[in-house]
């Protein structure tokens, strides 16, 4: 008889989710046609929850300021979860396009940002994501090693933040131009397509420009607590500078135990990097002389950086982080770009996706945000904007020239 | 769940297969007259894929009664196989849902090959020995998929592994780039063909089920020294079992692939395998009709969660302990016994369970 009962159980679980979901959607559609409707998809659970988070409140800063400045344009903004994972992350992206989304923040990692971006460019929405670096999300960018265009360009779809071989050849451009290290070391993520990406192009480039590497060692999520195999090989080899293409929780890990075995390189990193400061249980003392690439500092004396970093610390108790300070500048670019335009709420999607890509690649439009001043974009949907190197010192970010 | 009687396990097959149809045609009913969400639309190709999984591990767990921890290896090889066959038949076929079948075939045929590889040391363990190497078979799988590079270019497919030293031709192009998966997949997934699979793969399963064959692998599940006595062939059966298993998993790994814009080899990694084998025990070990509605309800439950909002994944572990609790309840199960108590008939398995 448990056929039965395990029916039963099922629908009525069913029956009740269903209930509680049309109570929760009935809420959300009651909404003014005056507001465009902004959504983003990211990380909001699991591992790589404080990416997604970050760009969420730094989405919701922005939105708020805009609404409370009363003008022509209002945003009603919408953040879904995709747990990291690309399935997920079209579930997520179709929810809102449910709920009536106009305008999409995109995804904020990368591989849920590849699965989103072809979504949203089948159905012609407008797409600026924060932080998806990858070039895949973009399409129509040549692989650093083969040289082979893989995917065809979105063409709705532009990137605020740095592409993946941008930091990389940066990386390698600068470390030759500033002469950093003679030897240089390369622990990077092997499954993580983020720092694989980085590391493919720092090496072509890093070829090119003849630097002396003498040591590439890998790690994956699964062994990303120790490294001490990774570090006893870049020590061996002599390296004085050590290049860690990867966000700052591997990094925080590889810093701590590189010095507890008296090994003190240069440690390099690049935009993921940014956060270290603030990891629970870290010596800040071990950052010491990091260099950093990121286009964002939290301690920057200008105007628009303090207020930002004053709110956002009121409003959620932290230091916000380069995520954040990317996610409110998107919201602030397509605010611009709306201004900008002759577009007006009541438009569907797609004509506000033409309209949007027109002013972005218009070659007229240059936005100045947190993350940098005069970005432009072109038909390729890269940013341009120059990153900034950072120097740790006494426990904050001083700029490097 | 002993199938006692042969009317009796047809009527539940019949069933089975009729349900299938009945939920196929009504939601395509419900798409063709726009009522169904997009969201809802997005996740039919997975939900099939997901079912033809649990279906798959069934066979294993609850037919052969192995624990595989380890299925999600064998959704891999097929997801990965097909999806790379996919993308070289672009032009050579231009129809996708004759792309999509060899794809698939292919999926299945790469999936069974691991499956006799992994089989052959595999099934000569028992019990949870069995189950932790099956895991790790997972996780070889993953690594592999992880270091592997394919591209493709006028000369055919090439393939480095650990670092991409291929050198393509003009116009050619990566497929596979090791941890980014293949990014650039053109769906040719459909509602229709996930339906296919699945009543395919009920069909597979039940003859074999009630083959004797069948009945031959059920015997080592119920009792090995007993089978082996009266000269059962116990490698010879199990590896039927199992290798039927990973082809099966190995078409919906193809399904699911070619259903989504990307897909990267840790997204099969350990915790899909236990999903998919929190599908087979909660709609029943051996009941395909359970492991259906399982993969199905279990699949959407997430998204009908969205309202929760921060507390969604713990309102999805709750509602999975109250579902497993519920099913399991004496009282409920004796006040829905009397409800349709008509219905019944007395069975033996009931009071072994």
Redesign the interface.
């Known amino acids: 008889m448990k056929k039965f009962t395990k029916l039963a159980c099922l629908l009525l679980a069913l029956a009740m989710m269903l209930g509680c979901l049309t109570a929760c959607g009935s809420k959300e559609s009651a909404s003014s046609a005056t507001a465009y409707k902004l959504g983003g998809v990211g990380p909001l659970t699991g591992g790589a929850a404080i990416y997604g988070n970050a760009a969420k409140n730094g989405a919701e800063i922005a939105v708020e300021e805009i609404n409370a400045l009363g003008g022509d344009v209002q945003f009603e903004l919408s953040y879904q979860d995709d747990a990291h994972d690309a399935e997920k992350s079209v579930n997520a992206y179709n929810t809102l396009k449910d709920w009536g989304m106009q305008l999409f923040l995109g995804s904020v990692t990368s591989t849920p940002g590849v699965a989103t971006s072809a979504e949203a460019n089948a159905d012609n929405m407008f797409y600026l994501t924060p932080s998806a670096s990858s070039t895949d999300v973009l399409g129509g960018v040549a692989n650093p090693l083969t040289g082979t265009v893989d995917i065809a360009r979105k063409s709705n779809v532009f990137q605020l933040c740095f592409m993946d071989p941008n930091q990389g050849s940066a990386s390698a451009q600068y470390i030759a131009d500033q002469n950093l290290g003679s030897k240089i070391a390369i622990i990077y993520k092997n499954d993580d397509v983020y720092s694989t990406g980085v590391y493919n192009s720092f090496i072509s480039k890093a070829n090119e420009l003849g630097l002396n590497i003498v040591s590439t060692t890998t790690f994956t999520t699964d062994s990303q607590t120790d490294f001490s195999v990774q570090i006893s090989d870049a020590q061996s080899n002599d390296a004085d500078l050590v290049f860690l293409p990867m966000y700052y929780d591997a990094a925080a890990l590889i810093l701590t135990q590189a010095n507890a075995v008296g090994y003190k390189p240069t440690f390099f990193g690049i935009d993921g990097m940014d956060g270290i400061l603030g990891v629970e249980g870290f010596d800040t003392s071990l950052a010491e002389g990091v260099i950093l690439l990121t286009p964002f500092n939290a301690d920057s004396e200008d105007e628009a950086t303090k207020n930002f970093v004053a709110k956002y610390q009121e409003k959620f108790g932290e230091v916000p982080n380069q995520f954040a300070a990317d996610g409110y500048d998107c919201v602030y670019a397509i605010y611009e770009a709306l201004k900008a335009s002759d577009a007006n709420p009541s438009m569907s999607a797609s004509e506000l996706c033409d309209i949007l890509v027109a002013t972005f690649t218009g070659g007229s439009f240059s936005f100045n945000g947190l993350t940098g001043d005069g970005m432009t974009w072109d038909d390729t949907g890269a940013v341009s904007k120059s990153p900034k190197g950072m120097v740790i010192q006494n426990g904050v970010y001083v700029g490097l020239d | 769940m002993k199938k006692l009687r042969l009317n009796k396990t047809s009527r539940t097959n019949f069933l089975t297969y009729g349900m299938v149809v009945v939920l196929f045609v009504v939601l395509q009913i419900m798409s063709g007259g726009g009522m169904l ?3 809802m ?3 039919l190709v ?1 939900i099939c894929a997901y079912v033809v999984m649990a279906l798959s591990l069934n066979l294993t767990v609850g037919v052969l009664g192995e624990l595989s921890l380890g299925h999600a290896g064998f959704m891999s090889v097929g997801a990965f196989a097909g999806a790379v066959t996919a993308a070289a038949l672009q032009n050579a076929i231009p129809s996708g849902g004759l792309r999509l079948a060899v794809a698939m075939i292919i999926g299945a045929l790469f999936a069974a090959v691991a499956g006799v590889l992994i089989g052959i040391p595999v099934l000569r363990l028992r019990g949870d020995y069995l189950a932790i190497v099956t895991l790790a078979f997972g ?1 070889i799988i993953k ?1 592999i998929i ?2 592997l590079y394919i ?1 493709m270019d006028a000369g055919g497919l090439h393939a480095s592994l650990i670092n ?1 030293t ?3 031709e003009e116009g ?4 596979l ?5 293949i ?2 997949i053109t769906k040719i997934s459909t509602f229709t063909a996930g339906f296919i699979l699945i009543m395919l793969s009920l069909v597979i399963i039940f003859n074999l089920v009630n083959s004797r064959a069948g009945r031959a692998i059920m015997a080592l599940r119920d009792n090995r020294i007993a089978a082996e006595s009266v000269g059962i062939n116990v490698t010879q059966y199990k590896m039927m079992a199992f290798v039927t298993s990973a082809a099966l998993a190995g078409a919906a790994g193809t399904l699911f692939a070619m259903g ?8 099969f990694d350990f915790n899909q395998s236990i999903l998919i084998l929190v599908f087979v025990v909660l ?2 070990q051996g ?1 395909m ?2 492991s259906i ?2 993969a199905a ?1 279990l699949t ?9 909002a ?1 507390y ?2 713990l309102v999805y572990a709750i ?1 999975l302990i ?2 497993m609790l ?2 399991n ?1 004496p009282t ?2 004796g006040f ?2 009397r ?2 108590g008509r ?2 008939k007395p069975q033996k398995g ?1 009071a072994a ?1």
Not at chain 2, 172 to 175: C, F, N, S, V, Y
Not at chain 2, 177 to 181: C, I
Not at chain 2, 300 to 308: A, D, N
């Open positions: 969400s997009s969201t639309k997005g996740q997975p996780e690594s992880n270091n591209g991409n291929i050198v393509l050619g192009r990566m497929i780039s090791g941890p980014m998966g990014p650039g989504q814009n990307t897909i990267i080899a840790s997204k709609g029943g009941r009709w359970g509605i399982a309800a959407i439950l997430p998204e009908l969660l969205r309202g929760f921060d969604r994944m509602v109250l579902v519920a099913t309840n409920l199960s829905f016994s409800l349709f219905f019944r009931d369970r």
